[in-house]
């Protein structure tokens, strides 16, 4: 395929203005600023879809302070060849200073 530089020219006016478009999306992105704190100390959350399907997963959160949580995470599933069980205890730090905002 032979091309003209026309069509070479297009191509280049194309893809800058792809890549122009796109430079708004990126910094827009970056302007959200500083997160309130939520006014809660404390989430407990359960996946209502895993439920469905018998896979149950509980995730407590407490907020230590403004920029960490400690959070305890329970799972169990029941399948063919057992039953499984998993726990986690973990330390979340929120560097907005807005500890159980967000995800």
Do not use: C
């Not at 920029?67 to 730090?93: C, M």
Request: zero cysteines; charged letters at 15%; aromatic letters at 12%.
């Amino acid at each position: 395929m032979k091309t003209t530089p026309g069509t070479r020219w297009a191509w280049i006016i194309a893809l800058t203005l792809m890549a122009l478009g796109a430079i708004p999306a990126t910094g827009y992105a970056q302007d959200t600023g500083t997160r309130t704190p939520v006014p809660h100390d404390q989430i407990l959350s359960i996946n209502p879809f895993l439920i469905l399907a018998e896979w149950i997963n509980i995730d407590f959160e407490r907020r230590l302070n403004d920029k960490s949580t400690l959070a305890f995470t329970g799972g169990w599933i029941n399948v063919d060849d057992g039953e499984y069980v998993s726990g986690a205890v973990a330390w979340r730090y929120y560097p907005q200073e807005a500890a159980l905002s967000g995800f």
